[in-house]
């Protein structure tokens, strides 16, 4: 409204003697210009530039899971979120979207405010790989009745075979199917395949005899 200014306070203003300075107050301002028209008249008005404080975004803790397996992202502080990357988010503008890295993976969030005021807050989801699962079975599974074998879980932290058993090797006397879950140091688990036990029945044996069992010499029976 004319063809001087004059600016206050001038504190981050980039030239208080213009119609358009940039301001870039830390805190709210009302800042006042004192404008001079052609004819020498002067009036002053004020503005207020309100300063809102960025908003205390968070992503939530780090968090560790299993290849396979997914995790829930936790935004808290904004109204408004934006996931990045977005991949294996099944939606990457929600607070709690599900993620299912095959790796590690850095998860960033940017959260605005009712203010749309925005800050970043990072997370980081460690993927840990399953252990590996078989059984050795230290003879044949096919045995007679009476008989054993040794079944025993590859390496691992913790066992949990079919039977209920929880070291890492068992004694089979019975027939059945057996698999054994093995867990890891990151408490991973995988299962393995089934090992078959076979006990075979034992035969009857018995003698009939087809005579009297007591003769004299030169005698015999069947």
Known sequence: ???????????????????NPIANPTSTTTYSVLVTDANGCKKSAAVTVVVNPLPNISAGNNTAICIGSSTT??????????????????NPNIANPSANPTTTTIYS????????CSNTSNVTVTVNSLPTATITAGGPTAF????????????????????????????VSASGS?????TNASNCS??????????????TATITAGGATTFCTGGSVV
């Open 190 to 203: 995988a299962t393995s395949a089934a090992t078959i036990v076979t006990v075979n029945s034992l035969p």
């Open 1 to 19: 409204g004319g063809v001087s200014y004059l600016w206050t306070p001038g504190t981050a203003l980039d030239n208080t003697g213009i119609a």
């Open 144 to 171: 007679c009745a009476g008989g054993s074998v040794v079944l025993t879980a590859s390496t691992g932290s913790s066992y949990l075979w079919s039977n209920g058993a929880t070291t890492q090797a068992i004694t």
């Open 178 to 182: 057996y698999t054994v879950a093995v």
């Open 73 to 90: 992202l936790n935004g808290t502080g904004g109204t408004i979120y934006s996931w990045s990357p977005s991949t294996g988010l099944d």
């Open 109 to 116: 969030v940017i959260g605005t405010d009712n203010n749309g």
